[in-house]
């Protein structure tokens, strides 16, 4: 296959995938109420989003459409992708294509799933707490979706580590034994992430991005031990 036959195949594929998110949008966008209910279910008692400009209700419909969409049309889109990398695999490896879809949208669903049910419900109490009684708080929907998504996202893209380091060492790129050699960098690489993308400042907060990610490192680790090729597989597989 020809670099033009490589390039119109991304397209095609590039296409799909976006056609099939811009369905899955619309269809979120049909159910934006439930889910901006279901994403206001962590907010203390009797609080009410607000909106401050004439844009920002049309502007966070989206958010929501697009985010949700996304998820639905994940096994789509992962297959599109998948569909696009296969050619270039052994024979035995592209049987992993229907488990490579489910995992990779289960894992992201399960960091958003982390998020929502662990993450905000004490995130979003101390946040708010700060000035105890001293002001009355009046969040913007537009703010409030745009960073409670943002979380899910981060943690949604976390929970993938495993499923990444599944493809990369049956593709032969990453090894165990190079993982185990660097875990000491990239622990403090991970501390570093986690302080960063901690919703507040306090040691708890921290704790709950920071032990999650040095959690899927090292179950990482396990998963590329498992999986890689060994000198045996490469011997045995075909030209």
């Not at 639905?72 to 052994?90: C, D, E, H, R």
């Not at 899910?152 to 499923?163: A, K, Q, R």
């Amino acid at each position: 296959m020809t670099l033009f036959d490589h390039l119109d195949e991304l397209r095609t594929r590039l296409f799909r995938a976006l056609a099939a998110w811009v369905v899955a949008s619309g269809i979120m966008f049909a159910f934006r109420f439930a889910v901006l209910d279901w994403l206001q279910a962590p907010l203390p008692e009797g609080m009410r989003l607000t909106y401050f400009s004439l844009l920002e209700p049309f502007a966070t419909s989206m958010q929501i459409a697009a985010f949700f969409g996304l998820v639905l049309a994940g096994p789509v889109v992962v297959g599109q992708v998948w569909g696009f990398i296969a050619p270039g695999l052994y024979p035995e490896e592209r049987r992993y294509a229907v488990p490579f879809i489910f995992l990779t949208v289960m894992a992201f669903a399960l960091g958003v799933a982390f998020s929502y049910y662990l993450v905000l419900p004490i995130t979003i109490p101390v946040l708010l707490a700060f000035l105890g009684d001293a002001a009355v708080g009046f969040l913007s929907i537009g703010r409030y979706i745009g960073n409670v998504l943002m979380l899910m996202s981060v943690f949604g893209l976390m929970f993938e580590l495993p499923v990444l380091a599944f493809l990369l060492a049956r593709i032969g790129i990453l090894r165990a034994e190079g993982l185990r050699r660097t875990r000491r960098y990239a622990i403090v690489g991970l501390l570093i992430t986690a302080a960063a993308i901690s919703p507040t400042g306090d040691p708890f907060n921290f704790a709950l991005v920071a032990i999650p990610l040095v959690v899927l490192y090292e179950l990482s680790i396990m998963v590329v031990g498992a999986a890689q090729r060994r000198p045996r597989d490469v011997v045995e597989e075909p030209a």
